[in-house]
């Protein structure tokens, strides 16, 4: 059974920097499956944040946090990190990995439904 789990959260003040963890477990990280990190705030819809195609592929990132976030998946350690610098008080929300292993390749990267398993979340909260 796949498992997520999601660390590293937390608050901080706007400018901070915080590192999100999520460890895999009955699940091999490997480049041919999108490992992505995704956000709900109160009130809004779950955003795609970053993605990528294990340690070797291409990332990709929306507008929003574009050269403030890095995501790196480390396939030997089976963990997807995302790097969040010059965090800025919009960027607080629930903060969660997702993994797609079945390779739905007709679904964009930062399409929810392409992800079959999700982990709890981690809070970020970024305060002005």
């Known amino acids: 059974q796949v498992q997520l789990v999601e660390s590293g959260g937390g608050s901080v003040q706007a400018g901070g920097s915080l590192r999100l963890s999520c460890a895999a477990s009955?699940?091999?990280?490997?480049?041919?499956?999108?490992m992505a990190w995704f956000r709900q705030a109160p009130g809004k819809e779950r955003e795609g944040v970053a993605a990528?195609?294990?340690?070797?592929?291409?990332?990709y990132y929306s507008a929003s946090v574009e050269g403030r976030f890095t995501i790196s998946p480390d396939n030997a350690k089976n963990t997807v990190y995302l790097q969040m610098d010059s965090l800025l008080p919009e960027d607080t929300a629930m903060y969660y990995c997702?993994?797609?292993?079945?390779?739905?390749?007709?679904?964009?990267?930062?399409?929810?439904?392409?992800?079959?398993?999700w982990g709890q979340g981690t809070q970020v909260s970024v305060s002005s």
């Open positions: 997702a993994a797609d292993t079945q390779r739905k390749f007709g679904r964009s990267w930062d399409d929810p439904l392409r992800y079959d398993y």
């Open positions: 009955g699940y091999t990280y490997n480049n041919n499956v999108m």
């Open positions: 990528s195609y294990g340690d070797s592929g291409r990332p």
